[in-house]
Every structure is written in C-alpha cells, then in structure tokens.
C-alpha cells in the first residue's frame, strides 16, 4: 500500500527527472506513520516514511499485533534465558519467541516481490541490531544488544536486501545508501520480471559509475558476468548477476572511491574548462572528502558541466540521479 493510496505498481512520478524509476516494495513497521499499534497505543512521525510514501509501495506490518498481543498491551523484551535470547512479556511472563518464530516464518515466506525493509528501532520485534537484551524479567539490568526476534529473522532470511531502521535514517549517508540501494534492487526485479537480456546489459551500463563508487572490482566482476561469454540461459545470468551485486552494494561507498568517480567524470571536461573551474572542483573534492562538503555539491556541478557540454555518456549514468530527485538530500557532509 502507499500512504497516499496511490495504486499499487504505478510507475514513480516524474518531478522534473529525466530518468524513470521502479516502483520499490518496502517491509515497513506498520506503527511508522501507517496505524497507531505501539505498545502504547501511538503511531511514530516519520519525515522520511513520509517522504517516500510517493515513491514506493509500503507492505507494512505490525509482528507484536500479529501474535494476538492487543493495543495498548504491556511491553516485551529480549531476555536472557538458560544462555539463549528469549521475547517474552514480563507482566504476564508469556515466552512469544515461538509464536513469533512461526509467524515471521510465515510471512517473510510468503513476500513474493519486495526490495527492502523499513523496519521500528531498538523495537524487540522489529529492532534490526540495537534492542537491549536483559538479564531476567524482573528489573534486571541489560547484558547486551542484539536484533529484535522479527527482525532477526528478517536479516536471516533476506541477507541480500536492504534493510534498516528508522533511527539510523537519520544519518545522511546511510539515507542516501539506503535509498541507491533500495531503486536499483528494483529495477533488477524489474528486469527479471522482463526476463530479457538487453535490459540487464543496460541496467549495468548506466549503472557503471555508480557501481565503480561501490566496489571497482565488484564492477569488473558483474561486466564479466553481463557479457555472458559462455551463453548461459538468462535466469542463471540474473541469479549470477543478483548475487554479486548484493555483495558490491553490501557496504556504503567510500569517500575516496567516490572522488575516484568524480576526477572519472571530470575527466570528460577538464581540458574545456579554464583554470579557475578546474581549481573550484578540485577544491570541492577536497571538501568532499575531509566531510566538510555534501556528495551533491559535486554531483551538481558535474550535471551543470554534462549539460553544457551535452555529454552523451555521462548523461545517461545513475552516478548523478541514483534515486528520485525529491528524495535527495542536501545535508550529506
């Protein structure tokens, strides 16, 4: 579903880009801005959920409400049992691990399309890496952190999606891997629904700059892998394909490999430029890499640059546009 009820698989709205983008399908905490189901009884804003919501189709989901635990209900936590982690209600001393087990089992098997997931913070269910673990039920002091049972089994069973959680969101950078990562998922499911071989050579055609910043040798590994020199079927091309780019995106780039990029595409204008631009995009990149400049600072002047030189490759490169304009931030120091 989206927020705004706009129908399911409609294309992503245009605001002015020149690129189109796959319609992404996101897990989402049915408690972020979609129904007031917390333990409380409130709904979390989310600037961000709220944001999205034009662009993607939210599957949300509320695992607590899911076991039969009502709204309002009493808390839940992550306790230390025997030496193993158990989600159990202290009030009432109900052990949920099972039932939450079995319906995580359940549901996550039977999500046929999706490409990532938005998942509640520090939440027992949802929490994906920092929910308190306890020592026992009865004011018993926390031991450590680890992932929500829901979200635990979510990591387990979809290792190759993104996945993250609302507060770390926060974070520009991670937003902005989250997002690139998010898009290009679903233009892969996309072209796998297409099952056509062209449009898996031109995903990773445009795609070639933005996959440098991630990992050169995880580029070079894919191109070999698209040029499918031993004409292999499509399927296992894809599958092939599917597992090697998960493995590049796996990590956020690093600033140097994206000044890499950058003096790349700089490249394709420096000698028609005079010598005061060459120095103020040097000087940017500098910026940009002791983090006291945003990655659109430099991605703004080098579209400025494309168009005005009316670059043909460069214009059709993800680098510059990863995911819809809107969503962009521009407070990536």
Not at 49 to 61: A, E, G, I, K, M
Not at 116 to 121: I, S, T, V, Y
Not at 149 to 169: K, S
Not at 200 to 216: G, P, R, S
């Amino acid at each position: 579903m989206s927020l705004s009820e706009a129908p399911r698989g409609a294309p992503a709205p245009a605001h002015g880009s020149d690129r189109s983008f796959a319609r992404p399908v996101v897990v989402l905490s049915k408690c972020l801005e979609v129904e007031a189901c917390r333990y409380n009884a409130q709904i979390v804003r989310s600037h961000f959920v709220r944001r999205l919501d034009p662009w993607v189709d939210f599957v949300p989901v509320c695992p607590e409400v899911e076991i039969g635990l009502g709204v309002p209900r009493d808390p839940i936590r992550l306790v230390q049992i025997d030496g193993a982690t158990r989600l159990v209600q202290p009030s009432t001393g109900r052990d949920l691990t099972d039932a939450m087990d079995a319906f995580a089992a359940s549901f996550l098997d039977g999500l046929t399309d999706v490409d990532g997931f938005l998942l509640k913070n520090r939440s027992p269910s949802c929490g994906i890496k920092d929910v308190k673990v306890y020592a026992g039920l009865a004011k018993a002091p926390p031991v450590g952190k680890e992932p929500g049972q829901f979200g635990r089994r979510v990591l387990e069973r979809f290792p190759g999606l993104i996945v993250e959680d609302e507060g770390r969101l926060h974070d520009p950078a991670i937003r902005a891997h989250f997002l690139t990562v998010l898009f290009l998922r679903a233009e892969l499911r996309a072209i796998r629904e297409r099952a056509r071989m062209r449009d898996l050579v031109e995903f990773h055609t445009i795609n070639k700059l933005l996959l440098m910043a991630y990992d050169q040798r995880g580029l070079r590994a894919l191109g070999n892998i698209v040029a499918n020199r031993e004409r292999l079927p499509f399927d296992a091309v894809l599958g092939a394909y599917l597992d090697q780019f998960d493995a590049t995106v796996a990590r956020m780039p690093r600033r140097s490999a994206v000044v890499n990029v950058a003096q790349h595409a700089f490249g394709y204008f420096s000698k028609a430029l005079n010598a005061r631009e060459r120095q103020y995009f040097l000087d940017l990149l500098e910026r940009y890499r002791t983090r006291r400049a945003g990655l659109t600072s430099i991605t703004s002047v080098l579209t400025a640059w494309i168009a005005r030189f009316d670059e043909p490759y460069l214009s059709t490169q993800s680098f510059f546009e990863p995911y819809p304009r809107p969503l962009a931030v521009m407070d990536e120091v």
